[in-house]
């Protein structure tokens, strides 16, 4: 009988991992995503704030895949690596080989009395619809809105300072706080690439509070661990993230923030028919910390555990996943800070630039055109409804 591989999550990782498959027909491949659509996370700030239509991030994902692949759309509960089974919502899938690409969920705060009237996590496409709604409606009802921000790393700030170039667009002066309990705001970048985020959210005018967290709010504010209430604010929480599936059973090494450990083969470690990619497994390689997820390291990992099972599938020996870093971009809605190749520094609009032109590279179809001449406008002069 032909050999069934499952592969969980239809992003970046799962799609390479579809690919480097294909063309095996002695293959059952099921590609299993609880939508049918791919989704471009990077520009989900831009959507949340209305600066992009939600259209160009999502893309259909029977497009994608050739004919031999089944799409289940359905979202999975649990998985047994004992049992070799993948339970969703309405149904039971046996596997002979599994892989795992179904990247990170935002874990939901735990405050005891509750949450403000306004909250948003963005984590999904239905997050950013959510808080694009959520958010017009806050300005619309509140005479002093003020954006707090549980969380400065990436994400946070990103879609914190997207909300803010919305709310200046509509008149709406508001105020933006954000905290973390960290020392410092992203400790992974270096002095200069620090100083220039803390000097653009200064100008502004953002209250960045380290050291600091929300520890309780209820429907009418929030109070910070130093003391501080915030009356009526929209609640951003971008603190923490968690494997996206509920349960999986049978010994695995998880990280804290529920990644599967994963070894130099993209294996998870004591399940050899069992592979983990993208921001789903914790791939330390030679260093103490995890890769960092971004999108073309979820490519890449994508790719290598698609060949790796074909692999081992075909008894041959399996190759190592040797990342490669390419740098990264934190944009900022209007300019930008990142670093090439790890070694060179870029700000202002040209990593900017970069970034909205490498969103168009790794989108799909007529999106791929329409996301790369972001780069030229720069979400200037085409605004969402
Ligand atoms: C707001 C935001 C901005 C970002 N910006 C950047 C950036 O500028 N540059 C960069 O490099 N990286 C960025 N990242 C990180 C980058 O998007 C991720 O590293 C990348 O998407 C990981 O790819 P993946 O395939 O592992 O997971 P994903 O792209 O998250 O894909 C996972 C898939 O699994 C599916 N899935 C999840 N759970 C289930 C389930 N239980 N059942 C069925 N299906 C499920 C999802 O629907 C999804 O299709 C950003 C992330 C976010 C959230």
């Known amino acids: 009988m032909d050999a069934t591989v499952i592969i969980i999550g239809a992003g970046f990782a799962g799609l390479q991992a579809v690919k480097a498959l294909c063309g095996r027909s002695s293959l059952r491949i099921l590609l299993i995503d609880k939508n049918p659509y791919t989704v471009m996370l990077p520009v989900l700030p831009d959507v949340a704030a209305g600066f992009m239509e939600e259209s160009l991030s999502r893309y259909p994902v029977a497009r994608l895949v050739n004919g031999t692949v089944a799409l289940i759309t359905e979202t999975v509960r649990s998985i047994s690596l004992a049992g070799k089974k993948v339970t969703t919502d309405n149904n039971v899938y046996r596997y002979d080989y599994l892989i795992i690409t179904s990247g990170s969920t935002p874990s ?13 996590q963005l984590g999904s496409l239905d997050d950013a619809i959510r808080i694009q709604r959520q ?65 653009f959210l200064a100008s502004l005018d953002f209250t960045v509070l380290t050291g600091v967290s929300v520890s309780s709010a209820d429907a009418a504010g929030a109070t910070l661990s130093n003391g501080r209430v915030v009356p009526a604010p929209f609640l951003l929480w971008s603190s923490g993230s968690s494997f996206s599936i509920p349960s999986i059973s049978d010994s695995v090494e998880q990280t804290g923030d529920g990644r599967i450990a994963v ?20 791939f330390f390689g030679d260093g103490k910390t995890p890769l960092r997820k971004a999108v073309h390291y979820a490519c890449g990992s994508g790719r290598r555990a698609g060949a790796n099972c074909c692999r081992l599938i075909k008894g041959k020996p399996l190759l190592p996943f040797s990342p490669f870093d390419a740098g990264w971009v934190l944009p900022l809605h209007e300019c930008g800070v990142g670093r090439l190749f790890n070694r060179i520094t870029l700000k202002g609009t040209l990593p900017l630039r970069l970034h909205y032109f490498m969103c168009g590279v790794r989108n799909h179809g007529a999106n791929r055109l329409k996301t790369a001449l972001v780069a030229v406008t720069l979400l200037k002069r085409k605004k969402a409804a």
Do not use: W
């Open 135 to 199: 958010f017009h409606a806050y300005l619309k009802n509140t005479p002093h809105p003020h954006l707090l921000c549980a969380g400065t790393g990436y994400t946070g700030i990103e879609l914190a300072v997207c909300l803010k170039a919305r709310s200046i667009e509509l008149g709406k002066e508001t105020a933006v706080t954000m905290v973390d309990p960290a020392k410092q705001i992203l400790p992974f970048l270096n002095l200069s690439e620090r100083t220039y985020v803390a000097g």
């Open 263 to 282: 070894d130099r083969f993209l294996q998870v470690k004591g399940h050899r028919d069992v592979f983990a990619a993208g921001d789903a497994c914790a």
């Open 108 to 120: 939901p705060p735990k405050l005891p009395d509750g949450l403000p009237r306004y909250f948003g």
